[in-house]
């Protein structure tokens, strides 16, 4: 019988509040592991991070812990791991997940909308990713998420394309230079995912999306998790500098 055991690990999960994120953290806590979850303190964000941490500590105390923090902004990541530092001692695995949206063609979007997307999708990896290798122990694991939007180049999303495709290049080479730790690399590139994100598609484009994908259906949040831990589990020790697509076989 295989099993995972993360038992004495600690994950940072960012944009971890709801969807692929919150998800993300319920199964490394599964799995065994403490787990933070990262939210951004805009809305309702974190109160959301709040549920998820209640509902995973009512299973095991002290075992999620929440912390707010713009991922676009250096300091407030800085901070973050600082604070996961002296809490938790380091972390073993660093999940990029937190991105946003604004789609719009390229001639009509704005400077401040390019900019938004760029900040969160691609500064906030390089933040994130920078600062928690000062505290991360030898032999973890890092996995940020690309998109199939850097592969399809969908209509509207040249921010966001451009953002995911400079995440799984940077991975690329994080995993060259982390190897000397034994830290592994790796990117996800989920296609179409049923969240609440995925809902705001028009149902018409959602039956056209269907037609790329050759095992008929999007993918769930557990899916995508599932994968998620596998890359930092012992079970993937010899994979570093990939990325892996989570989309049902699409062929567009």
């Known amino acids: 019988m295989i099993s995972l055991d993360l038992s004495g690990k600690t994950a940072l999960v960012t944009g971890a509040s709801q969807g692929i994120g919150a998800q993300i953290a ?7 592991a403490t787990v933070v979850l990262n939210h951004p303190g805009f809305g309702s964000t974190g109160a959301d991070a709040d549920a998820v941490a209640a509902e995973l500590n009512a299973i095991r105390t002290e075992s999620a812990h929440v912390i707010a923090a713009d991922v676009s902004q250096a300091d407030q990541v800085e901070a973050m791991i600082e604070t ?3 809490r938790l001692g380091g972390l073993d695995y660093l999940i990029n997940n937190a991105a946003i949206i604004k789609d719009r063609t390229v001639s009509k979007m704005s400077l401040e909308e390019w900019d938004a997307v760029l900040d969160v999708n691609l500064s906030g990896v390089f933040y994130c990713c920078k600062y928690a290798l000062n505290v991360m122990h030898d032999g973890g694991a890092i996995v ?5 939007a850097a592969i399809q180049g969908f209509f509207g999303q040249a921010n966001y394309a451009a953002a995911k495709a400079g995440v799984q290049a940077m991975m690329r080479v994080l995993s060259r230079e982390a190897a ?4 592994r690399v790796n990117a996800v590139a989920p296609g179409v995912i049923d969240t609440a994100m995925a809902a705001t598609i028009p149902e018409n484009v959602r039956e056209e999306m269907l037609k790329n994908v050759p095992l008929n ?8 998790a599932h994968v998620v831990l596998f890359l930092c589990s ?4 010899y994979v570093t500098g990939q990325t892996i697509e989570i989309n049902g076989g699409w062929r567009g």
């Not at 940020?144 to 199939?148: K, L, M, P, R, T």
């Not at 000397?180 to 830290?183: D, L, V």
């Open 26 to 32: 319920r199964t490394f806590h599964q799995a065994g």
């Open 234 to 237: 012992p079970l993937a020790s």
């Open 84 to 86: 996961i530092q002296s």
């Open 144 to 148: 940020s998420f690309g998109s199939i």
């Open 180 to 183: 000397r730790r034994q830290i």
């Open 217 to 224: 259906r999007f993918g769930t949040t557990e899916e995508v």
